[in-house]
Antibody, heavy 117, light 107 residues
Framework: QVQLQESGPGLVKPSETLSLTCNVS????????WSWIRQTPGKGLEWIGH???????NYNPSLRSRVTISLDSSQNQFSLKLNAVTAADTAIYYC???????????WGQGTLVTVSS | DIQLTQSPSFLSASVGDRVTFTCRAS??????LAWYQQKPGKAPRLLIS???NLQSGVPSRFSGSGSGTEFTLTITSLQPEDFATYYC?????????FGQGTKVEIK
């Protein structure tokens, strides 16, 4: 059974870096792409970017200048870093398996990250 | 970016009703469209890929159709567990984008 679990701070100060990790079980991280997606009441669901185990990444141009997604295959996990956050980055952040075509077939439960001083 | 516009935003219906809602793309995306269901406090669940391919375990009362710029999701005989928000997503062009959702509420 494929399971994804996000972890990381729930509160980040403005201008600092948001860091989240997604632990993957039941699926080798050396297959598929692995995505981060966020959800806000105002903008809805927004794809942030994804990574393949080779290190190949694609990012949403709207966030590309501030985002880094990395992967640790030895730990079967991948991570998100979003720099210089503002209140607009307050959202529920999901990690998801991308079946290589852009379909998100497995999701983590999501983690709320609030940007506030 | 490809914009996806879902209509209606809200839909009030009763158990047993047949409901249909629409997703329109700002440019042609062939059949590279998926539908997800999201319940409060949960992650989205993939229902349909390639506009009309039902995922394993999804009840047959769900169906999708369309190509190009206009797509529909139909639920025949709405069940209590179907009250949720439904999102479309395009997989044709980076960045992947989602519609704003259609919330199905109990009448």
């Amino acid at each position: 059974q494929v399971q994804l679990q996000e972890s990381g701070p729930g509160l980040v100060k403005p201008s600092e870096t948001l860091s989240l990790t997604c632990n993957v079980s039941g699926s080798s991280i050396r297959t598929y792409y692995w995505s981060w997606i966020r959800q806000t009441p105002g903008k809805g669901l927004e794809w942030i970017g994804h990574i393949y185990y080779t290190g190949r990444t694609n990012y949403n141009p709207s966030l590309r200048s501030r985002v880094t997604i990395s992967l640790d295959s030895s730990q079967n996990q991948f991570s998100l870093k979003l720099n210089a956050v503002t209140a607009a980055d307050t959202a529920i952040y999901y990690c998801a398996r991308d079946d290589t075509t852009g379909l998100f077939d497995y999701w983590g439960q999501g983690t709320l990250v609030t940007v506030s001083s | 970016d490809i914009q996806l516009t879902q209509s209606p935003s809200f839909l009030s219906a009763s158990v047993g009703d047949r409901v249909t809602f629409t997703c329109r793309a700002s440019q042609g995306i062939r059949r590279f469209l998926a539908w997800y269901q999201q319940k409060p406090g949960k992650a989205p669940r993939l229902l349909i890929s390639s506009a009309s391919n039902l995922q394993s375990g999804v009840p047959s009362r769900f169906s999708g159709s369309g190509s190009g710029t206009e797509f529909t999701l139909t639920i025949t005989s709405l069940q209590p567990e179907d009250f949720a928000t439904y999102y479309c997503q395009q997989l044709n062009t980076f960045p992947w984008t989602f519609g704003q959702g259609t919330k199905v509420e109990i009448k």
